[in-house]
């Protein structure tokens, strides 16, 4: 069987409407299977009120962990830690736990073995059904490193998931910013579905996004999000785009509907589904689709 | 003091408040205010801030470089090495550090038995300084696009913190690593989120956090207007001060579009920002 689409919705800055599109793209497709890699703050469950159906734990870290018993204060664990994660609170070491990378340096130098280096096993993945189809999504423990380990995870199991159910589209919400989170999003994907918002900080954050993509080679279309917020913006970021070379696809306007869809745990598609927002999120979606036909 | 402004979910107004804060704290405490970009992935703080550039310090990491004509093919850095960032194929005599994957850390050159191994200097991002009201009172952490180390580039950041007066953390958005090491730093966290359920799904984690952090908190609510009463329920039920709103209309949000520091937008708003200002103050005094 041919590898499935994979789309992930990104946006550089937060806030855009990542969750709200992504939601809306879930009531319109057929045969896909949903995920959320914004593993940090996972909120597309809120509207896709998908039933678990099994569960696993999922480890993204380790951290040093040492044996007051065994050590003998030499402090060389200390010299060697490049994280400043190892302070003497009199002669016992102490592990700044947010600090440690794991690397085991310190484990590898102690002379009487009494550092171990232990996993963390704080972060979850839940497979899932919901009313559209299959999903799979993650959830980091507090505090926990967001390696972007748990993204590739979670989209692997997309991948068997798809396979499975002859899924044909994987549709990933993804998370903000531009570090290893999204660079784990983008890594394999087909194509990129930009939100950005028309304010100075929606484009900075959103050409960031760009650039960092454009290592990858991977096709970008952009949706401007309440994009009458400023029009004057939402012009520039048009012009900035079409000199990259890069489509816009949709823009929305700024409407209650967004967050009145949200507070009834709908897709806007299925609140409104004749409003102006859903018509335009329709058409969104069929560019999309029409790409996709295109590369099969 | 330091005081830490968070969000779990993004775009909720982390910079439309801790601009805010330290241009009506700068007019209380002159001199005595610094403001650090921490979200190094995409540091917006500079777009309405609109200061020069005083200097710019490069963020650097170790990279180890093997030289495979000393290397014996031994296996002992690959063996250490926690990142998975040593790729060696010792029938074709090639072996070489990925650096995309490399932490620094340094623990395949220290386990090396031939010293076939050197370390380089990697620019992985920089912290910039520019003159605002003063010389050093706005601080940017910039990551270099492309690269995965964002926690390493805001430790290091805060390190260019001053020790004295009060210093405003614009912190990443989430609940992760990155976010960590903004929080453990500060002595205080403003929680900015916005009344829907994104806002408060994501409030809820990061006051987990804070709480497991022992961090003093309190709660701005930013777009207000809707009554989203299970946010005000879980504020009430958890006992967390509410240190102001910050209404939802279209002007703010229009000049925040077009950079302007929204605290400045008119006089009500100016005298909301330090209602604010003067909670977060008090709140802080009563932790000392």
Redesign the interface.
Known sequence: MKKPFEIVILSGKGGTGKTSVTAAFASLAKHAVFTDCDVDAADLHLVLSPDIYQQEEFSSGAKAVVDTDKCTSCGLCKDVCRFSALAYSGDIPVIDEYACEGCGLCSIVCPVDAITIENYNNNHIYFATCRFGPMVYGKLGIAEENSGKLVSKIRQYARELAQKHHAEIIITDGPPGIGCPVISAVTGSDLVLAVTEPTMSGWHDLDRLIEMIGGFKTPVFVVINKYDLNEEMTRVIEGNLLAKNIRVIGKIPYSDTMVLALLEAKTINEFDPSGYIAGELTRIWETITLTYEQNK | MKIAITS?????GK?TVSTGLFHILNRYLKHHVQLLDCDV??P?CH?FIKASKTAVYPVNL?IPEINANICTFCGKCKA?C??NAIVMLPPAKFIEVSADMC?????CT??CPENAITEKHKSIGQVSHFDYYAKDEFIEGR?H??????TRVI?ETITHARQQGVILFDS???????V??TV?KSDYVVMVTEP???GL??LI?MA??VK??GKKHGIVINKAG?N?KPLYDYITQNNIPLLGEIPFR?EL??A????EIVAESSPEIRSLFEGITKKILFETSLNS
């Open positions: 779990g979910k993004g775009g909720t910079t992935e995409e917006d777009i170790l250490a926690a990142f932490h620094g850390c340094g623990a220290y386990v990551m696009i492309g690269s995965a180390l964002q430790r990443p958005p989430g609940t992760s690593c990155p960590i090491a453990s829907t359920p994104f799904n994501d984690l987990e956090t497991q952090l809707l989203y279209k949000a229009s925040y579009s077009k950079g």
